[in-house]
């Protein structure tokens, strides 16, 4: 094989690479620090706090988190959080839901678009104590 041919195979490497990280794609790494620098305030992902935690928040019906108390506007709203409804929240929320109380926006799609990738990575996650015995296997301790 001459040195032409593996050049070629170099370019097409990179080329590959740079379709599968475009600089648009939503980076769920950088979602956490925006997360913690912009929402922590507020928000955290295990407790209810000024806001309603953050825990499995992507795919959960919009104002639904027990024990948090929402407006009225978001308690009675019936949609789900998804790409696209995060992002009109993320956005604007006032818009999205007249009468909630998140006075926040979040300007720029790209900080929103990897927030979004950031919750959806999350949701993929049972949380530290992985109540739910995902595996089938038996998680339980006495033994006797
Ligand atoms: C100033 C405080 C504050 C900041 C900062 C803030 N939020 Fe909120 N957030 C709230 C409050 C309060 C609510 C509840 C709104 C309601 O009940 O109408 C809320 C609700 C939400 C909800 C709806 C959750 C549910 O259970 O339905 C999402 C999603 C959300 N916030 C995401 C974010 C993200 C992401 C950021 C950072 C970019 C952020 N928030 C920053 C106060 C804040």
Known sequence: ?????????????????TLNAPATAADAQRGAEIYES?????HSIEKNRVGPRHLNVFGRT????????YSRALAQADFRWDEVSLD?????PQALVPGQKM??????????ADIIA??????GQAGNSAPEN????STESGGD
Not at 38 to 42: D, L, T
Request: proline fraction near 2%.
């Open 1 to 17: 094989m001459g040195i032409k041919y593996f050049a070629g195979l170099l370019v097409t490497a990179t080329f590959l690479q």
């Open 38 to 42: 912009r929402c922590g305030a507020c």
């Open 62 to 69: 919009a104002g639904s988190q027990d024990g948090y108390v």
């Open 88 to 92: 009109r929240w993320l956005a604007n």
């Open 103 to 112: 006075g926040y926006r979040l300007r720029k799609a790209e900080d929103r």
């Open 118 to 123: 950031f919750f959806k990575r999350l949701a």
């Open 134 to 137: 995902p595996g089938g296997t």
